[in-house]
């Protein structure tokens, strides 16, 4: 069982949102503004879509954001594409040096 | 760009050691950052299992700390993971990557699989 807990499927159709919780504890997630969040698409490399919560590395699109309320944050994808489909999995840092991930949401566009 | 790739045994017998090696390129391990290892079980989410900074001062997963070790070499521009005493639990794809202290995991590599046989 992963640290972190997400829900194991989302869908949304072409230009849509969808948005996908990872709720942990306040040893982690509520502890702490050092959450990311990753996409992997089969074969790939995971790839870093947003860290400490909201921020985007060079090279992600605005339409990824992420947010954090408590021990639940969130990640949204807008406009949905069919290049959106992968697993997404989130990340917090759980003190001394520590990461713990949550077991994964699979986005499906329809 | 930087770039990490994994290479070592797809197989290992249970109870042996796993020995797995990261070849950086794009990068100086020399220069900063955290490398480290994680791991995901087969319909699992991913594990981190330790990081070293390139000064040689490490950080493990608790329940793996005691069969653990992450060793950096700067002449090599690489570092490796070996695992002690392996079981069935340990069967995984691994991977490296270079991280931002525990924050988060800026460059992977693509994994590999290891399997862990009786």
């Known amino acids: 069982q992963s640290a972190l807990t997400q829900p194991p499927s989302a869908s949304g159709s072409p230009g849509q949102s969808v948005t996908i919780s990872c709720t942990g504890t306040?040893?982690?997630?509520?502890?702490?503004?050092?959450v990311s969040w990753y996409q992997h698409r089969p074969g790939q490399a995971p790839k870093l879509m947003i860290f400490?919560?909201?921020n985007r590395p060079s090279g992600v699109p605005d339409r990824f954001s992420g947010s954090k309320s408590g021990n639940t944050a969130s990640l949204t994808v807008s406009g949905l594409q069919a290049d959106d489909e992968a697993d997404y999995y989130c990340?917090?840092?759980?003190?001394?040096?520590?990461?713990?991930f949550g077991g994964g949401t699979k986005v499906t566009v329809l | 760009q930087v770039h990490l790739q994994e290479s070592g045994p797809g197989l290992v017998k249970s109870s042996e050691t796993l020995s797995l090696t990261c070849d950086v390129s794009?990068?100086?391990?020399?220069?900063?950052?955290?490398w480290g290892w994680i791991r995901q079980p087969p319909g699992k989410g991913p594990e981190w299992i330790g990081s070293m900074v390139h000064s040689g001062t490490a950080y493990f997963n608790s329940a793996l700390k005691s069969r653990a070790t992450i060793s950096i070499d700067t002449s090599k521009n690489q570092f490796s993971l070996t695992l002690r005493s392996v079981t069935a639990a340990d069967t995984a794809v691994y991977f490296c990557?270079?991280?931002?202290?525990?924050?988060?995991?800026?460059?992977w590599g693509r994994g590999t699989l290891v399997t862990v046989s009786s």
């Open positions: 990557g270079r991280l931002f202290g525990g924050d988060y995991v800026a460059y």
């Open positions: 794009g990068y100086s391990i020399s220069s900063g950052f955290f």
């Open positions: 990340s917090s840092y759980g003190g001394s040096n520590n990461m713990v």
């Open positions: 400490d919560v909201a």
């Open positions: 306040s040893s982690d997630v509520g502890g702490y503004d050092h």
